[in-house]
C-alpha cells in the first residue's frame, strides 16, 4: 500500500525568502527535512516552480494563478494525499479560492487535512467544515523565526541577563531566532505527524474569560481566523458554507490600525455574525511593536449585541505570534472554565483526539 502524502504548498506569498531564512538551497531540500521529521510513514511532495516563484507587488503579485489552482484542485481531488501544509502566508490567495471545487471533498475515502493560517484562513474554513476535511488553524512552518525575533525583542530580560543598547537587542533577537530556525521547522513537523494520527498537540490554547460568562464546561466549535481574511467569507458565495449560527468565531490579526479594526467588526455585525455566534475567542492583534489587545477588546465591545451576553475570550497563543497553539477549524472542542490568578477566570480550550484522527480514520 502506498505512503500517505503531505503536500507541501505556497500557495499565497512564494515561500523563497523562508527557503533562506531557513538555510535551506532548494526546495528539494526542504522537502527532504519535512520527510526526515515525519518519519518514514509519509511520503512528501512540493512543486519547486510554485514555492520558488517570484513576487512582483507591482503587477498583480503572483502571475501563476491557473498554475495554483490546478495545484490546490488536485490536492483537493488526489485520495493519497493526506495533509495539505502551507508554507508560508502573505497575500494573493484570497483571489483565486473561487475558481476552486470543494465538492470533491464529499466524496473521498480518504480525510484531507489542511495546515495554515493568516491568508490561508479561507483555505482552513471551507476545508475545515466539510466533511471529509479537517481544518487546522497553525502557524506555518517556517514563521517561527519571524515571530520568535519578536518574541526575543519582547522579552530580552529573560533571554539575556545583562543590559543590552536598543540596537544591541534587535541584533541579538535576529541571531537568537534563527539559530534556532531549524529546530522549530523539525518541531513543526514531528507535531503535524503526531496530530494527523490522533495524538495531542504540543500545546493547548489557554486565555481569560474577558466578559460574559461559561460553564465550567462546555462544548464548543470554532471558525474565523485572520480578520482581514474572515471578511470576504461573508459575502453570498460563501455564506452558506461558513455559518457562524451557534459557533465561536476566531478573530486575530497584524498591522491594522484601530479605525480598520472597528470597520471589519462592523462587517462581520452587519452579515449578523456577532448576532448568531455563540462567542468571540479574541487572538493576538499588534501593529509592529505594541500590543493591541486592549483597543481591540474596546472597539468589539461595540459591536456585540446588546439583548445578550456574548462570551469573549482572550489569548495569546492563536495569531501572528510564537509561540502558537493549534487550533481545529469547524470540530466540537471541550471548553473549559476556572477561577484563576486575577480577575478573568481561566480557559483552557481541548479536543478529543480519537475524533481528529486523519490518517487511519
Not at 213 to 236: K, N
Amino acid at each position: 500500500m502506498s505512503k500517505p502524502i503531505i503536500h507541501l504548498s505556497a500557495p499565497a506569498n512564494p515561500a523563497d525568502a523562508m527557503l533562506k531564512s531557513l538555510k535551506f538551497e532548494s526546495t528539494k531540500e526542504l522537502v527532504a527535512a519535512a520527510r526526515a521529521a515525519l518519519g518514514p510513514r509519509y511520503r512528501v511532495r512540493a512543486k519547486s516552480k510554485l514555492v520558488e516563484a517570484k513576487l512582483d507587488e507591482q503587477n498583480g503579485g503572483r502571475s501563476d494563478d491557473r498554475a495554483r489552482i490546478d495545484e490546490l484542485q488536485s490536492v483537493i481531488e488526489d485520495e493519497r494525499v493526506v495533509a495539505l501544509v502551507a508554507l508560508k502566508g502573505g497575500g494573493w490567495l484570497t483571489r483565486i479560492i473561487p475558481h476552486l471545487d470543494f465538492a470533491p471533498l464529499h466524496k473521498r475515502k480518504t480525510p484531507l487535512a489542511v495546515f495554515g493560517f493568516s491568508e490561508i484562513t479561507p483555505l482552513v474554513n471551507l476545508i475545515g467544515l466539510r466533511r471529509r476535511g479537517f481544518g487546522f488553524y497553525y502557524m506555518t512552518p517556517g514563521y517561527p523565526v519571524t515571530a520568535m525575533e519578536r518574541y526575543a525583542r519582547q522579552n530580552i530580560r529573560k533571554l539575556r541577563q545583562t543590559p543590552m543598547s536598543s540596537k544591541a537587542v534587535g541584533a541579538f533577537a535576529k541571531r537568537w531566532a534563527h539559530k534556532q530556525g531549524r529546530e522549530q521547522f523539525d518541531a513543526y513537523f514531528r507535531e503535524l505527524a503526531a496530530v494527523l494520527e490522533g495524538g495531542a498537540p504540543g500545546r493547548a490554547v489557554t486565555g481569560k474569560l474577558v466578559s460574559g460568562s461559561l460553564p465550567d464546561e462546555s462544548s464548543a466549535t470554532f471558525i474565523g481566523g485572520c480578520l482581514s481574511l474572515v471578511t470576504p467569507l461573508t459575502v453570498a458565495a460563501y455564506a452558506k458554507q461558513i455559518k457562524p449560527d451557534g459557533k465561536w468565531i476566531v478573530l486575530e490579526d497584524l498591522g491594522e490600525a484601530p479605525h480598520r479594526i472597528d470597520r471589519q467588526f462592523a462587517h462581520l455585525k452587519l452579515a449578523g455574525w456577532f448576532e448568531k455566534c455563540a462567542g468571540v475567542l479574541v487572538g493576538d492583534f499588534h501593529m509592529g511593536g505594541r500590543d493591541q489587545a486592549a483597543e481591540t477588546l474596546a472597539i468589539l465591545d461595540y459591536h456585540l449585541p446588546t439583548q445578550r451576553s456574548v462570551p469573549v475570550v482572550q489569548t495569546n497563543l492563536v495569531g501572528h505570534t510564537w509561540p502558537q497553539a493549534m487550533l481545529p477549524v469547524g470540530r466540537a472542542l471541550t471548553m473549559r472554565c476556572q477561577p484563576g490568578r486575577g480577575r478573568h477566570k481561566d480557559v483552557t480550550i481541548t479536543w478529543p483526539t480519537d475524533r481528529l484522527r486523519v490518517v487511519g480514520a
